[in-house]
Nanobody
Framework: VQLQASGGGLVQPGGSLRLSCAAS????????MAWHRQAPGKQRELVAG???????DYVDSVKGRFTISRDSAKNAVYLQMDSLKPEDTAVYYC??????????WGQGTQVTVSS
């Protein structure tokens, strides 16, 4: 299974970006898909996750600004990021969790929020 993330870039504060992540290969029994991020000098943190039943959760710092969604037919997950702040600057990674404790990670996409 391979995850391909895209959609990062440079945006001004207050702007928006939409990250996409698509899984390829033999993908079965997906439990949850999620986005994590890692800023320079900081630990990787969970930003948002969504279960197979479309139940979503967010870290407090992005609630009301970010929206996670998924397309089960495409084995894809998206992160709509609005009202971006400089502190959102990080490398964003997508993750897929499947039954049998299987965990897969994408390669990361850089998001930079700066004027």
């Amino acid at each position: 299974v391979q995850l391909q993330a895209s959609g990062g870039g440079l945006v001004q504060p207050g702007g928006s970006l939409r990250l996409s992540c698509a899984a390829s290969g033999s993908v079965t029994s997906i439990i949850r898909m999620a986005w994590h991020r890692q800023a320079p000098g900081k630990q990787r943190e969970l930003v948002a996750g969504i279960t197979s039943g479309r139940s979503a959760d967010y870290v407090d710092s992005v609630k009301g600004r970010f929206t996670i969604s998924r397309d089960s037919a495409k084995n894809a997950v998206y992160l709509q990021m609005d009202s971006l702040k400089p502190e959102d600057t990080a490398v964003y990674y997508c993750q897929l969790l499947a039954t049998g404790f299987r965990s897969y990670w994408g390669q990361g996409t850089q998001v930079t929020v700066s004027s």
